[in-house]
């Protein structure tokens, strides 16, 4: 079973967590949402989540992937975060997947892991320079995978499933959303 961890920093974009928790538990990953700095979160909107785990916590070698979440001040919490610096690099390295949605693309460039290609929320481009791929809702480069905002979030969790789990995983669930099950 693939293993992931959504990383919430306080100011988070609650739709880009949740909506990518629930599309790859409902892929059958093994997907712990982990608290950058305490086990209580706070989002963006004003919505609080209970964390998995505590970022300290986590077993990042057994890890297949990490997701950042966007929102503000989320984005900027990841992207000043050194102890999640230091753990992106070591999974990019690893040839494991990173990714990030929104503005959290940010987290990646502060870290040095960034893909020459991304999107990202319109205007954050601006913080990371050159391979900003306007029209794209989703952009894999290696083992790299970004998103565009909040409503690419469904779009970007099924990326991810298919990556981890294969295109049938990432159609099955993708159709169980749609209702094409019933």
Excluded at 3 to 21: K, P, R, T, Y
Excluded at 92 to 102: E, F, L, N, P
Excluded at 124 to 137: D, P
């Amino acid at each position: 079973m693939s293993q992931a961890a959504i990383i919430l920093a306080e100011g988070f974009e609650e739709i880009e967590a949740l909506s990518v928790a629930d599309i790859l538990r409902r892929g059958g990953v093994n997907t712990q949402i982990v608290g950058l700095e305490s086990g209580i979160v706070t989002g963006a909107h004003g919505i609080t989540v209970g964390a998995d785990l505590v970022f300290e916590s986590v077993n990042f070698a057994a890890l297949d992937l990490i997701v950042l979440p966007g929102g503000l001040p989320g984005a900027t919490n990841l992207a000043k975060s050194a102890k999640l610096q230091a753990k992106l690099k070591q999974m990019k390295s690893a040839g494991k997947t990173v990714a990030a949605i929104c503005a959290a693309p940010w987290a990646l460039e502060a870290a040095g892991v960034l893909g020459k290609k991304y999107t990202c929320y319109p205007g954050c481009e601006a913080k990371l320079g050159e391979g900003y791929e306007a029209g794209a809702n989703v952009v894999e480069d290696g083992n790299v995978v970004t998103s565009k905002c909040p409503a690419t979030a469904m779009e970007f969790g099924l990326a991810l499933l298919a990556r981890l789990e294969g295109e049938e995983k990432a159609k099955e669930v993708k159709n169980g959303l749609e209702g094409a099950i019933f």
